[in-house]
């Protein structure tokens, strides 16, 4: 007999798998040397991942909890404080294994999306590459920690896997795909394969990206912004960290998107030629990337939730015929 799992948003507001969460944050905030003073609040679930609340008297602590495809953040957070220690907050505690995560509050985030100008974006920008370049050495250790490849090479079988499981849904489902249009995607492949051969040969290398930079993953200064939140990271094209802050940075103040570049590129002592050539090709592997990373974090969705969020690994992957 098969027993199907309850969806992520289920788990994690039953009593059992409140009271076993309960036990260990309370376990670890004591061996922290830290007290509890309230209740424990979850203020957020997600299809993907929960957040827990508690006031210690250290100030709050922030618990988290991922689904299955997202689970390796807790294990990557741990040993990105080995190899990055002065750039991120050290977790209270992990549990690999469960893919839970406990850290101090970082504070009020500095800015909003909608408030941040050009200086704002270039700073951001410009700590995401120095993440990059301290960690592109370290590919072997992040992807054994369970670090999602998205490297150039493995974009195209990820491609057909994704085209085969769109195609298969019913129709009414958000991300179906049409037998025309998984045609028209198909013929884009040769494309998709050149534009991994050029990411390979590129100056940018293939290193740690975060997957959603933008400001409301920040805390610290606007002047000094520090990352969090690595559930959509992956190893994969650096210049694929720029997709996202391009995307927010239109619906906000007026930002000069080319300076934001500039500053990015400063980081990398490259020319805006190269960039081109890897921004144009990874207009094609970011989209397999980021529809491919939605797909598995909805895995565990309710049919409602796939209702809310469904469309976004079809809507995702249409980014490359925009080209």
Known sequence: MTVRTPPF????????????????????????GW?????????RVRPWSTQLVVATDHGDVWF?????????????????????????????AVDPRRGWLLTA????????????????????????????QRLADHGTELLEAGLPDHSPR?????????????????????????????TRFRRHRDELAEACAALEASSLPTTFQHGDLHWGNVWGTRERPRLLDFGDASWAP????????????????????????????EVWDIDHTAWGVAWN?????????????????????????????????LAHLREMMRT
Not at 106 to 127: F, I, M, N
């Open 64 to 92: 988290k909890a991922n689904c299955r495809a997202a689970r390796f953040e807790a294990g990557v957070h741990q040993l990105l404080t080995q190899l990055i220690p002065e750039l991120l907050q050290r977790p209270l």
């Open 154 to 182: 493995t974009v195209p079988e990820r491609f057909d896997q994704l085209l085969d499981a769109l195609e298969g849904l019913p129709d009414l489902h958000p991300s179906a795909l049409t037998a025309d249009e998984a």
């Open 281 to 313: 090709a990874a207009t094609f592997t970011h989209a397999v990337n980021r529809a491919g990373s939605w797909w598995g974090l909805l895995q565990e969705a309710t049919e409602a939730e796939w209702e809310q969020w469904g469309e976004a690994p």
């Open 35 to 43: 007290r509890l003073t309230g209740p424990i609040r979850q203020p």
């Open 9 to 32: 948003s289920q788990q994690v507001v039953s009593p059992a798998w409140r009271s076993a969460a309960t036990e260990w944050i309370a376990e670890m905030v004591t061996r922290a």
């Open 105 to 132: 509050d970082h504070g009020e985030r500095p800015l909003e999306d909608t408030d941040a100008g050009t200086a704002d974006w270039c700073a951001l920008v410009r700590e995401g590459a120095r993440w990059q």
């Open 238 to 265: 650096a210049v694929e960290l720029l997709s996202v802050p391009r995307a927010v940075a239109r619906m906000g103040a007026d930002v000069d998107w080319l300076g934001v570049v500039a500053a990015y590129l």
